[in-house]
């Protein structure tokens, strides 16, 4: 993962020369850590002096802005001439994320830089790698930094995959990553990790889709799905096999998520009712999930119109609305992109052109062929039409070649009379010529 950078600043590797007890009595020297110097000068360890070095390395985040890179840079390597890194990085990680009071305006590129650095100085294989990268994940968060590791997620499935982490981890971290995007206003993608983490579990082990965290994981996901402003498709969420074990588990969250998988608004209505209080006891938002229904029952007008022509009344009646708020809802279910059409006020229709479906099966699959069928019959009807236009044009295109030819004939014989009479006039005015 590249270092971070800020503007100003470039992320910098590591050159430090010296021997290690000569670089640590500089580091301790800078850190003013009197028990760091105490074991250095009487010869202990490497791992207990940079037990203690570490322990100081909080008071980094004291240091001067245009100090902060170098001491960091300095810190890092000497926890990486340890026999065994891993001991130190995790604490040196956390002591790097915290604020740096010096650099209000470039302090959290420059702690990324230092994360960043750890990270890229471990080999690829290494697994203290992955728990680095759980430490900018934490980081990232805490200062809505999604942008900042987005173009490096394409990456995470080889990374996973190296570190060799089971599902669980993998898991983990897939939820931390969607911590990090919802933290930085990302919901739709929080959301899609969110479902990466929960086709972690082994869908043939039925203790492992029905766990505790399992059963958590797919109750955030629901909440999300219904909750968002911009999800209105549910399938790919039903078909994940935690999810449908809420049926079990959480028999009224599963039957509302099939409401709002392909049901509509008098539907939700009937819901509202027969489980009367719930949705604000679970806190969840009812004009948000009101609203979602009438986009959804819009779309579902939609589908279900084979003409494609939807009368203000079908409207009004479906979305429970007064017919003046018809041009809105339907600005409205456009924007949300189930639907393309335009409205003709003149007509009082909504004409549709394009309509996403919610779901698609026998229902769908008969309504499209009844749709087929319709525009089978349109086109047979306008060939017809253009066939029997061929033909008459073809016929009057024969009947102006016949006038015109017959008009050409007549012509032309009249052209022959009068030729022939004036020829017989020349011939008698010459003969009366030579008889004077």
């Known amino acids: ?43 202990a360890s490497q791992d207990d002096v940079l037990a203690k070095l570490v322990a100081s390395a909080q008071t980094l985040t004291a240091v001067p802005e245009k100090e902060f890179t170098a001491a960091s840079n300095l810190m890092i390597h000497l926890v ?21 009071p010096s650099s209000p305006q470039h302090g959290a590129g420059l702690t990324l830089n230092a994360l960043t650095t750890v990270f890229n100085l471990l080999s690829p294989e290494d697994p203290v790698r992955a728990n680095v990268f759980q430490e900018i994940l934490k980081f990232l968060k805490s200062n809505s930094m999604y942008g900042a590791l ?3 997620l394409e990456r995470l499935p080889e990374w996973l995959e190296t570190w060799d982490k089971d599902e669980d981890f993998q898991r983990k971290v897939y939820e931390e990553v969607a911590d990090v995007a919802i933290e930085s206003g990302e919901e739709e993608e ?20 029905t766990s505790e965290d399992a059963q958590r994981l797919s109750l955030r996901a629901v909440k999300m799905a219904l909750l968002s402003n911009t999800h209105f498709l549910f399938q790919d969420l039903r078909a994940i096999p935690s999810v449908q074990a809420l049926s079990d588990s959480h028999p ?22 027969e489980h009367e209080g719930w949705v604000e006891k679970e806190k969840l938002d009812h004009d948000k999930l009101h609203r979602k229904m009438r986009l959804l029952t819009f779309a579902s007008l939609a589908a279900t119109t084979p ?17 003046e708020d018809v041009e809105m809802w339907a600005i409205d279910v456009i ?32 309504e499209l062929a009844t749709r087929v069928d319709h525009w089978r019959a349109t086109l047979q009807n306008v060939l017809g039409v253009i066939q029997q236009e061929q033909v008459n044009a073809k016929a009057q295109k024969e009947r102006e070649v016949q006038e015109l030819e017959r008009k050409l004939t007549g012509v032309g014989m009249g052209g022959e009379r009068g030729g022939d009479r004036g020829a ?3 011939q008698h005015r010459e003969r009366n010529d030579n008889d004077d």
């Open 1 to 43: 993962m590249p270092a971070a950078t800020t503007e100003g600043y470039r992320p910098q590797l590591t050159f430090v020369d010296g021997s290690f007890e000569e670089l640590a009595g500089e580091m301790a020297d800078y850190l003013k850590s009197e028990e760091s110097k105490k074991l250095i000068a009487s010869g």
């Open 80 to 100: 990486m001439q340890s026999p065994d890194p891993k001991k130190h990085l995790q604490k040196l990680c956390q002591a790097f994320a915290r604020p740096l």
């Open 150 to 152: 987005k173009p490096y």
């Open 190 to 209: 929080g959301y899609n990790f969110i479902l990466k983490a929960l086709r972690t579990f082994d869908e043939d082990e039925k203790s492992e889709v």
């Open 252 to 273: 009224v969250y599963s039957q509302l998520l099939d409401t709002f998988a392909e049901q509509d608004l008098e539907d939700y209505d009937d819901f509202k009712d």
């Open 307 to 323: 003409s494609r022509e939807i009368d203000y009344a079908k409207i009004t009646k479906a979305l429970q609305i007064p017919e």
């Open 335 to 366: 924007r949300a992109g189930l639907v393309e059409g335009k409205l003709s006020q003149q007509r009082r229709l909504f004409l549709v052109h394009k309509v996403t479906y919610r779901v698609f099966g026998d229902k769908q699959y008969r």
């Open 424 to 426: 017989g006039r020349r």
